[in-house]
C-alpha cells in the first residue's frame, strides 16, 4: 500500500510539475514571439545570442546546486534548507560579475536598439539563477505550489504584454514583462520559503561549511553543467560566427518550440528521481530506471509527431512568415529533445553511484564533439545543419559515451529498458 501511495504520489507531482513548467513556457513563448515579431529576425537575433551568453553564466553561479540541493534535501530536509540560505550569496556574487563583464562586451559589439534587451534578458537570466527554491517544492512532491505562483506570473505579465500591444507602445517596454517572467515566481517563492521554514542566523562557522562543500561537490558538477550549457547553445554561437544574427533567431525559434515542451518528460524523470536515489539495491535501481526511460520515450513521440504535422502553422501563427525557416530545424530539435530527456535519466542514473568525475569528463569531450560537427554542418547546412549536429550530439552522448562508465552499467540500463518495452509488447 505505501508503495502504491508514493507511485500516486510522484504522479500526482508530476502533473503539478507539468502544469506549472507548462504556465512558465507557454508565457515565455507568447512573450517573446510577440518581441520576435515587433523586433525582426536580426535584432531578436541579437538578443538570443546575449541569452545565450547570460544562461552559460547562469549555470556558473549556480555551481551544480540545483543537483547537489536536490540531492541533500532528498536526504535530509533541514540540511537542504541550511544550503540553500548558506550559498545564495556567493551566487550572486558570481552571476554578477561575469555577467557585468559579458554585458560591457555586448554593448561594444551590438546596435543600440537592442542594448536594453539584453540589459533586460540580463535581469531575467540572474532570477533563473538565484530561484532554487521551487526545487524544493519539487523534491517535497509540492510542485503545486510552483504552479500556483507561476500562474500568478504569467497572468500579470500577459495582461502587461496585452497593454503594450494595445496602447502601441515603445517595444523597449517588452522587457519589462521579459524581466517579470522571472522576477514575480522568484520573489514569491522566496517570500513563501522565509515565512514558513526555519530562517534563522546561521552561524559563519557553519556557513563557511556549506560554501566549502558547494565549491568542493559542486565543482565536478559545475564543469559539467557549464559545458552542457555550452554545447546546447553552440549552435549559436557558431551560427552567429559563420552567418549571421538573423539566422541565429530563426534557430531560436526553432528551439524555443522545438525544446519547449522537454518540461513534461522531465517532470516525470525529477518526480520519480528520489525514489532512484533512494534505492540502495543496485538490481531493484536499474529496472526503476529502464521503467523511467520507457516513460519518457512513450511521453516524447506524441510532441515529436505533433511537432512535424502542425509546427509549420504554429511558427507561421505566432511568429509570422520571416520565421517559417525555422520549421524542419524544429522537427529534428523535437527528436533531440528526446534523446536529451532519456540522457538526463542516465545521467542521474550515473550520480546514484557517485559517477560526477566521468559526467564532467565526459560533458568536456562532449562539448568538442559537438563543437566540430557544429561548425561542419553548420557550414554546409546553415540553420538546418545546426539542428542535426544537436541531434548526433545528444544520440552519441546518451549511448556511447555513457556506456564508458563503470563497466557499462547505462548499457545495462539500456538493455533492460529495451527488454522491458519488448515484454511490454509481447505481454
Known sequence: MKEWDLKRNIFTNSLWMILEKAIAILGLIFVTSYVAKYVGTEIFGEIAYATSLFQIVQVVSQLGSDVLIFKRISKNTKSGIKLIQSTIFIRI???????????????????????????????????????????????????KYNTIVNALGLTITLLIRWIIAFYELKPEFLCIPIILTGLIPFVIRFVLFRINEDSSYIPFKHMKKYIMYMIKAGSTIVISSVSVAIYTRVSVIVLGFFLDKESVGVYSVAASLGMAWSFIPNSFITSSLP??????????????????NLLVFFVCIPFIVGGYLFGFYFIKLLYGDSYI?????????????????????????IT?????????????LVLFFSLILSCFFVKYHGVT???????????????????????????????????????????
Not at 333 to 349: D, K, N, P, Q
Not at 352 to 364: A, D, E, P, R, V
Not at 403 to 414: P, Q, S, T
Open 93 to 143: 556574487m558570481i552571476y554578477c560579475i561575469l555577467s557585468l563583464l559579458i554585458l560591457f562586451y555586448l554593448l561594444k559589439e551590438h546596435s543600440e536598439f537592442s542594448h536594453v534587451y539584453m540589459v533586460a534578458a540580463m535581469l531575467s537570466c540572474f532570477f533563473s539563477a538565484m530561484d532554487v527554491y521551487s526545487i524544493y517544492y519539487d523534491v517535497n512532491l509540492l510542485s
Open 275 to 292: 525514489s532512484i536515489f533512494s534505492e540502495k539495491d543496485n538490481s531493484k535501481a536499474i529496472v526503476k530506471a529502464a521503467n523511467l
Open 325 to 349: 525557416a525555422a520549421y524542419y530545424p524544429m522537427v529534428l530539435l523535437c527528436i533531440a529533445t528526446m534523446f536529451a530527456a532519456l540522457g538526463t535519466v542516465a545521467s542521474r542514473f
Open 352 to 364: 546514484h553511484y557517485s559517477g560526477y568525475s566521468f559526467l564532467s569528463k565526459k560533458t568536456i
Open 385 to 427: 545543419g545546426a539542428a542535426i549536429s544537436i541531434v548526433i550530439t545528444e544520440v552519441l552522448s546518451l549511448t556511447l559515451f555513457n556506456y564508458l562508465f563503470n563497466k557499462g552499467i547505462v548499457f545495462k540500463l539500456h538493455l533492460k529498458t529495451v527488454g522491458k518495452a519488448l515484454e511490454r509488447i509481447n505481454g
